[in-house]
């Protein structure tokens, strides 16, 4: 019946129907089948797949003014709405129209169009899903309740604990907190389930920060043992693949890896022409289609980097050991030979099965020391030296032939946090990125770039990277911002790769660097996974794809998963081919959920640190950049990463005035004007390290 209501409403598009018409539409004369039709109208309007109106008549929500999305609600209080159906724009929810709906939950909202300009504003009726079931945050007492201080700063309700809800949790305490009551006289009620440490206990903010996100950071004993079933390569595992285990391929990587998942080797041809192999750790091998550690690794998604600590996708025993390509060790890869000319154009390419046994492992500082004419690691590793200088000049024909097509460069700074005993912040460094990083980097883009165009060609589900182009205000408004600070950008209704190349080489080395890259990257659309190849604007590649991280990456796993299925078993059935057409789709929308989730919660441990670093500096003067300006102030980033807010009331010498279109503050007496990429001094006055806010007065 429900797929029957469908169909008809679906047919009425101006018509709204009620139960009385639907009961004669469908001839319904018995109350058995009467009940049926209410039962499941009122489980398609819980649903949210159609709205009932005032005359309770129904129609589909597609042909009303109501929209089913997710509300991405900002800490200030107000929020966006991201429709389902992607298609549609996203909905401005004041503070007032949000009906007790909470970060990420999903809403039905009626949309009343253009109110203001237009852009279009709604109300949420219903919160139709919820996305958090608990709290994290810091318990305190107050006339005899238990309060919790949520770590969440867009939950402006007050959260209440009863007495005999604490479970042994004791004031100061960082806890995890069920939520019993979404609406309890406008507040929420929860009761505590597990008891995270004392604020002041070491690691308690991480992993406060890490619960936080819904993201465990243990594996269960089954996932556990499942892993360690896995001990070494069996002979059984070699049939079929290519033994590359005489052949010198070295990993190289940062000092403090452990899962190394790729591997390379180049070599110059008689006919000058360069080999490059690239050869990736077979996780696919072990991490087989719905099993448990598929089962695993697809919920997480991602391994996530943070400071002092990682959470591996795979359990340790898979990511730091047989799937490593640790070197003397049998591993099983997949590996992307090919043959590249002096203009960076792949001339014939193979992907296949192998083995490798890795020769050495190689690290980018010693690399990176190499370059710059250290003499005892040059004989150190005097076997590797030319192939080395190989590898250099490869990687700048690579990046030149990038360069032709107008892939774009971004220089942004890394902030490498140095803890020390206690968990605590000792230093903020910048991420240093010498000439090794960068040629790893070029290999691993021309590997994904080869794949994705391979099996692009066979028309074959598959799932790629994506990035699509920047829309067209945020390009214009990057475009004044350039010309008020006098780097001219061609352009009128679209601006070419060529010229956002351009403007990166000309603000490089200035003061304006930071702030421009800065903007550009605000400007673009976030890469994503998808099962439609529209390219990679940024890269200004036609056909992109993950394949060189299986390790840490889901989608890596999954190219790697269809290469074996495809073409190393020649499995191309109807069957196989329609199991990818109908899952393909969730599963690029769930990797970038997780991937996206994964980036917040990195960040978010980044500034609490970066935050409780500064804070040793309170009434310290610090050099500093303007990165970006605001309506409410103005952020200054340290040579160091760290950024702050200086609150536009700390602006105390005139009255400032915003331009949002050229993004500057303008004093309306002294016309002193404060804009993105200019040198300031700033004192250190507060800092918020939970939130990971810093305040800054300029001097």
Not at 223 to 251: N, P
Request: aromatic share 8%.
């Amino acid at each position: 019946m429900k797929n029957k209501i469908l169909e008809l409403l679906n047919q009425e598009t101006t018509r709204k129907l009620s139960i009385d018409d639907l009961k004669e539409i469908f001839k319904i004369s018995s109350s058995s089948e009467f009940k049926e039709l209410v039962k499941t109208m009122n489980q398609l309007t819980k649903e949210a797949l159609i709205v009932e109106n005032k005359s309770h008549e129904y129609g589909l929500i597609k042909y009303s003014d109501f929209v089913v999305g997710h509300l991405d609600l900002k800490e200030k209080g107000f929020g966006f709405v991201i429709p389902v159906d992607t298609q549609g724009d996203d909905i401005f929810i004041s503070r007032d129209a949000m009906n007790g709906a909470m970060n990420l939950d999903k809403v039905l909202v009626f949309v009343s169009r253009n109110r203001r300009g237009t852009r279009p504003e709604g109300e949420i009726r219903r919160v139709i899903e919820r996305k958090y079931t608990h709290i994290i945050g810091t318990l305190q007492y107050r006339d005899g309740m238990g309060y919790i201080i949520s770590d969440d700063k867009t939950i402006k309700q007050s959260i209440i604990v009863r007495k005999e809800n604490y479970n042994g949790a004791r004031k100061f305490d960082k806890v995890r907190a069920k939520i019993i009551n979404y609406a309890y006289k406008g507040k929420i009620e929860c009761t505590i389930t597990s008891i995270i440490g004392n604020i002041n206990e070491k690691g308690v903010d991480i992993i406060s920060k890490i619960l936080k996100h819904n993201i465990d950071p243990v594996f269960s004993d089954l996932v556990i043992d499942t892993a360690k079933k896995y001990v070494k390569v069996k002979k059984e595992d070699l049939e079929g693949r290519r033994d590359l285990r005489d052949e010198m391929i070295i990993t190289i990587d940062g000092e403090d890896s452990k899962d190394f998942d790729d591997a390379v080797i180049v070599k110059k041809k008689d006919n000058g022409n360069y080999h490059l192999g690239v050869h990736i750790a077979d996780v696919s091998n072990y991490v087989t289609k719905d099993g448990i550690l598929d089962q695993e690794a697809y919920k997480r998604g991602t391994s996530i980097y943070l400071p002092g600590m990682v959470i591996p996708m795979l359990p340790v025993n898979l990511s730091n050991n047989i799937c490593s390509l640790v070197p003397g060790k049998d591993r099983l890869t997949i590996s992307c030979d090919m043959e590249i000319d002096h203009k960076g154009k792949v001339v014939n390419y193979e992907i296949y099965p192998s083995v490798i046994k890795s020769y050495k492992r190689m690290t980018y500082s010693k690399i990176n020391k190499i370059f710059n004419g250290d003499v005892d690691l040059n004989n150190e590793y005097v076997d590797l030296i030319e192939m080395f200088y190989d590898m250099r000049n490869l990687a700048k024909i690579l990046k030149k032939k990038r360069d032709t097509i107008g892939s774009i460069n971004f220089e942004t700074d890394e902030a490498y946090i140095i803890l020390d005993e206690n968990g605590k912040a000792e230093d903020v460094i910048v991420r240093e990125r010498g000439i090794s990083e960068k040629l790893i980097e070029e290999f691993m883009l021309k590997a994904n770039q080869v794949v994705a165009e391979h099996v692009y060609w066979l028309n074959l589900p598959f799932i790629y990277r994506v990035h699509d182009k920047p829309k067209e205000e945020k390009l214009h408004r990057l475009l004044k911002m350039s010309n008020a600070l006098g780097y001219k950008v061609k352009g009128k209704n679209e601006i070419s790769h060529f010229e956002l190349q351009k403007l990166l080489e000309n603000v490089k080395d200035t003061s304006a660097e930071k702030g421009i890259n800065l903007l550009m990257l605000r400007s673009m659309q976030k890469a994503i996974y998808s099962e439609q190849n529209i390219g990679h604007y940024g890269l200004a590649f036609d056909y992109y794809t993950h394949f060189t991280s299986p390790i840490r990456r889901y989608p890596d796993l999954i190219v790697h998963r269809l290469l074996r299925e495809y073409f190393f078993k020649g499995n191309q059935s109807t069957k196989v081919i329609d199991y990818y057409l109908e899952h393909m789709q969730a599963i690029a929308a769930s990797t970038s959920e997780n991937e996206r989730k994964a980036v917040l919660l990195e960040r978010e441990v980044v500034d609490m640190k970066k935050a409780e670093y500064i804070s040793k500096f309170i009434n310290k003067v610090f050099d500093g950049i303007i990165s970006s300006v605001t309506g409410f102030g103005l952020y200054v980033t340290l040579p160091n990463t760290v950024e702050g807010l200086v609150h536009i009331s700390e602006l105390r010498d005139d009255y400032y005035i915003y331009d949002e279109n050229l993004m500057i503050l303008i004093g309306e007496r002294k016309r002193r004007i404060f804009r993105i990429g200019d040198k300031v001094k700033v004192k250190v006055m507060k800092t918020h390290i939970s939130d990971g806010d810093i305040d800054f007065k300029i001097i």
